[in-house]
């Protein structure tokens, strides 16, 4: 069985502070994939990485970077000078290999980045 | 990548009513999914539909409830039957496309 637990239900910033958000999964598979969507208050979600298990390397786009642990089995996301259009809800997601379709979801963290 | 429209965006039904959301992606697609995200909640997949033959419903879903059709390769509805609020939720149709799954904006309904 899979599982994705993103522990912080909510996290509060002030504009150009950093932020980590963390996630913890379970799998018994050997080649998986995870991933980080964004979902702003409009409700669309966003494809924000995709990571799979034999890639530890971080990986940093702009003003976001992930760090992949697979000791810990962590992949945690960090929002450096965080803007208020980072506001959102981010959700961390697993996959098995063959399974593109069938993500298992965190339960989400809330960011609130405030004026 | 892939658009994803869906329509009604949002809307607000009666008990016992039934809704059908529609989903239209601008490119051809053998599978295309179906998401439920309850009030507060992460997402769970309610069934594939693939084009050509029934859908295929995850655990804790049926077809009774959720009907779904798939009649070509860039069109799905979901059907929500027999509502209760217990449906209100934002539904998501999504596809794969270059290895990622990819949402439309969702609808979201709300059951009185």
């Known amino acids: 069985a899979q599982k994705v637990t993103q522990a912080q239900t909510e996290i509060s910033v002030v504009e150009k502070e950093d932020v980590t958000l963390d996630c913890v999964y379970e799998?018994?598979?050997?080649?998986?994939?995870l991933f980080w969507y964004k979902q702003p208050p409009s409700g669309e979600l966003v494809f924000l990485i995709r990571?799979?298990?034999?890639?530890?390397q971080n990986e940093i786009s702009g003003r976001y970077s992930w760090n992949f642990q697979k000791s810990t089995s962590s992949f945690n996301f960090t929002i450096t000078a965080s803007q208020v259009v980072d506001s959102a809800v981010y959700f961390c997601?697993?996959?098995?290999?063959?399974?593109?379709?069938?993500?298992?979801f965190g339960a989400g963290t809330t960011v609130t980045v405030r004026a | 990548s892939a658009v994803i429209s869906q329509k009604p965006s949002r809307d607000i039904c009666q008990r016992g009513t039934s809704l059908t959301i529609q989903c239209q992606v601008d490119?051809?697609?053998?599978?295309m999914f179906w998401y439920r995200q309850q009030p507060g909640q992460s997402l769970t997949l309610i069934a594939t539909?693939?084009?050509?033959?029934?859908?295929?419903?995850e655990s804790g879903f049926v077809i009774d409830k959720f009907p779904i059709s798939r009649p070509n390769l860039t069109f799905s509805t979901l059907t929500v039957s027999n509502m209760s609020p217990e449906d209100s939720s934002i539904y998501l149709c999504?596809?794969?496309?270059?290895?990622?799954?990819?949402f439309g904006a969702g609808s979201r309904l709300t059951v009185l």
């Open positions: 539909a693939n084009q050509g033959s029934e859908a295929t419903y």
């Open positions: 990571r799979n298990s034999f890639d530890e």
């Open positions: 490119s051809q697609v053998t599978m």
């Open positions: 997601a697993l996959t098995q290999e063959g399974y593109d379709y069938k993500l298992s």
């Open positions: 799998t018994r598979d050997t080649t998986y994939y």
């Open positions: 999504s596809v794969v496309f270059a290895n990622v799954l990819t």
